[in-house]
C-alpha cells in the first residue's frame, strides 16, 4: 500500500500568516487530493489532482508538487481555516490517506 | 446538486451484520466510482472500501477484508456494504465518497456505526 506521510501534524499559525503542509508518498503519484475538515463537518475538497483547485475553494489555497512530494499552501490564514487537512491519494489501490495537519489559529 | 446519502447505520453487537446504504443523486451515477471511507470519533480518515463503474473492480482495506462486501445498483442509484462479524473496532462514522477519475470529489454527510455490547 501507498505510505502517505504528512508534517506537520500540528501547524499554530498567526492570523494572516502563511502555513504549509508537506505530503510525501511512497510511491509516484498523480491523483492527489487535499481536504479540509472543520470539527464536526464532512470532509471537503481544496484541490484535485495535485494543483487544480476545486469551485469555491479560495485562491489563498494552493497546492503543487510532483511525483513523491507535495505541498498546500496557504496563504493569509484566516479564522475559517482551521480545522484539520488530509492529503489522500488516488493513483493506487488501496487508496490512502496522510494522517492529517491540525492548524490552529495562535 | 449532486447529493449522496447514506444510511443503515446503528448501535449493533460485536459479531452481528449491517448493512450500509448509499443514495445518490444530481449526477449519472452508474459513470462514477465510489468508496467508503471511515473515522473513528476524533482520529483521521481510513479508506474502507471500493468499487469501479460497472463493477469492474472491488477492493477492500485489509481490516475489513472478508467480513465486508461492496456491491452497487445502477438501476437505484444506490451503493451498498455489507458488514458482517462486526469488531469494536469498526465503530466509526462511514462516509460514501463519489470517485472521479482517482480524484473523490463529493461525500455524503455520513452515518455512525457503533458496535458495542
Known amino acids: 500500500d501507498v505510505v502517505m506521510t504528512q508534517s506537520p501534524l500540528s501547524l499554530p499559525v498567526t492570523l494572516g500568516q502563511s502555513a504549509s503542509i508537506s505530503c510525501t508518498s511512497s510511491q509516484s503519484l498523480v491523483h492527489l487530493n487535499w481536504f479540509h475538515q472543520r470539527p464536526g463537518q464532512t470532509p471537503r475538497r481544496l484541490i484535485y489532482k495535485v494543483s487544480n483547485r476545486d469551485s469555491g475553494a479560495p485562491d489563498r489555497f494552493t497546492g503543487s508538487g510532483s511525483g513523491t512530494d507535495f505541498t498546500l499552501k496557504i496563504s493569509r490564514v484566516e479564522a475559517e481555516d482551521v480545522g484539520v487537512y488530509y492529503c489522500v491519494q488516488g493513483t493506487h489501490w488501496p487508496y490512502t490517506f496522510g494522517q492529517g495537519t491540525k492548524l490552529e489559529i495562535k | 446538486e449532486v447529493q449522496l446519502v447514506e444510511s443503515g447505520g446503528g448501535l449493533v453487537q460485536p459479531g452481528r451484520s449491517l448493512r450500509l446504504s448509499c443514495v445518490g443523486s444530481?449526477?449519472?451515477?452508474?459513470?462514477?466510482?465510489f468508496h467508503w471511507v471511515r473515522q473513528v470519533p476524533g482520529k483521521g480518515l481510513e479508506w474502507v472500501s471500493g468499487?469501479?463503474?460497472?463493477?469492474?473492480?472491488?477492493g477492500y482495506a485489509d481490516s475489513v477484508k472478508g467480513r465486508f462486501s461492496l456491491s452497487r445498483d445502477d438501476a437505484k442509484n444506490s451503493l451498498y456494504l455489507q458488514m458482517n462479524s462486526l469488531r469494536p473496532e469498526d465503530t466509526a462514522l462511514y462516509y460514501c465518497?463519489?470517485?472521479?477519475?482517482?480524484?473523490?470529489?463529493?461525500w455524503g454527510r455520513g452515518i455512525l456505526v457503533t458496535v458495542s455490547s
Open positions: 444530481g449526477f449519472t451515477f452508474h459513470e462514477y466510482a
Open positions: 468499487i469501479l463503474s460497472n463493477s469492474a473492480r472491488i
Open positions: 465518497a463519489k470517485d472521479k477519475e482517482g480524484d473523490l470529489d463529493s
